[in-house]
């Protein structure tokens, strides 16, 4: 975060460079509200759930994303 200089806002009018421990906080509280989004994204985290099926077990993901496109073209 610090070498991007990717800042949050935090509520305030002044964003700031995460720690890592705020980092944390968010990343565990994505997983969580996953549960019941499926796919939930903020800050650069992206956490999706991924329910147990056909004998396959509950897992979790979360990604940082830099950076995505897609093949879709809004006019």
Same mark, same amino acid.
């Given at each position: 975060?610090?070498?991007?200089? !990717?800042? !949050?806002?935090? =509520?305030? /009018? *002044? #964003?700031?460079?995460?720690?890592?421990?705020?980092? #944390? #906080? $968010?990343? &565990? &509280?994505?997983?969580?509200?996953?549960?019941? $989004?499926?796919?939930? /994204? /903020? =800050?650069?985290?992206?956490?999706?759930?991924?329910?147990?099926? +056909? =004998? *396959? +077990?509950?897992?979790? %993901?979360?990604?940082?994303?830099? %950076?995505?496109? +897609? /093949?879709?073209? +809004?006019?």
């Amino acid at each position: 975060m610090t070498a991007l200089d !990717w800042k !949050w806002g935090g =509520g305030t /009018s *002044e #964003k700031v460079v995460p720690t890592i421990a705020a980092l #944390k #906080k $968010s990343a &565990r &509280r994505l997983l969580i509200d996953s549960v019941t $989004s499926k796919v939930i /994204s /903020s =800050g650069g985290f992206t956490a999706k759930y991924h329910p147990a099926f +056909d =004998g *396959e +077990d509950e897992y979790f %993901e979360l990604l940082f994303i830099l %950076e995505e496109a +897609d /093949s879709c073209f +809004d006019d």
